[in-house]
């Protein structure tokens, strides 16, 4: 493929999609491959300049909101948070550049979310920081059931290696729970809902109406004693997930969860973490 076509077809590409292509992009519209941007620019980024399509050049620099954001919209696009392979297949700048502002690879999702927060974009980007928290609770929950390898001193073991791992074609349960009629402690929403269930009376809670819609559930609950008044709950099993499920705060007096980490919740919203209550009902 000759140098002149290359170029040619980069410009219709880039024309077609409105923006700057891809390499998977460019491979898939343009039949334009790997092996021929090598051979003639060195690589994509050299081809897209000479073709007059990128802003980069010799001492430019990309900006860290460019690079977040494009890691981000690849990770919505695929589903998942992208690995190194598949963000060289999707997205639109080199990993070289988040590899090295975020000191390797595994850091970008940590690096991420540490400017989500200081641009104050939580709710731009939710599902992408529910994507990245999942992933740490499996890791974390990985973490829980590795084996624990001998010491020094301890006899050889002559037995067959550990090999547990998460299955990821079974569920996973909490640590065993407190709770009669729960075997473990809740992984969801749902186990909060039934561990709820089962502490409304003592938490002076008497439930009205359930629903699917927003808020979850509509209560009479004891402010004093004797005197009553109607609240609305919602159910989450992190506090934070009303944040990620871009809930409305003024449509909600309370949030019962399981775990707490919200800390900067709005203050007219009362969080009743479940996992604190268990211990003192």
Not at 228 to 250: D, T
Not at 268 to 280: D, Q, T
């Amino acid at each position: 493929m000759v140098k002149a076509k290359i170029l040619a077809a980069l410009r219709e590409c880039a024309l077609k999609k409105g923006r700057i292509p891809t390499y998977a992009e460019a491979h898939k519209s343009c039949k334009v491959t790997r092996y021929w941007i090598r051979k003639h620019f060195v690589s994509l980024a050299h081809a897209l300049r000479e073709a007059g399509l990128s802003k980069s050049g010799p001492g430019h620099r990309l900006e860290t909101a460019d690079l977040m954001a494009d890691w981000a919209a690849t990770a919505l696009k695929l589903g998942k948070i992208p690995t190194e392979t598949e963000y060289k297949r999707t997205g639109q700048f080199s990993v070289h550049p988040l590899k090295k502002r975020c000191k390797s690879w595994r850091a970008v999702p940590e690096h991420f979310r540490a400017f989500v927060r200081e641009c104050k974009a939580e709710e731009k980007w939710g599902p992408v920081l529910a994507m990245i928290e999942n992933r740490e609770k499996l890791g974390a929950v990985a973490g829980s059931l590795a084996p624990s390898y001998p010491r020094a001193d301890a006899p050889p073991i002559n037995g067959p290696r550990d090999r547990r791992k998460i299955r990821l074609d079974r569920p996973i349960y909490g640590p065993p729970s407190p709770f009669s009629g729960l075997i473990y402690e809740p992984v969801n929403e749902a186990g909060v809902i039934f561990v709820f269930g089962r502490l409304a009376e003592k938490l002076g809670i008497h439930v009205e109406r359930m629903q699917t819609g927003f808020p979850d559930c509509e209560a009479m609950r004891e402010v004093e004693t004797g005197k009553w008044q109607r609240v609305r709950i919602e159910f989450e099993f992190e506090s934070r997930n009303f944040l990620v499920h871009k809930h409305q705060p003024e449509g909600c007096d309370i949030i019962i969860c399981w775990t707490h980490n919200w800390p900067e919740c709005p203050s007219h919203l009362e969080v009743v973490e479940l996992k604190r209550v268990a211990r003192v009902v």
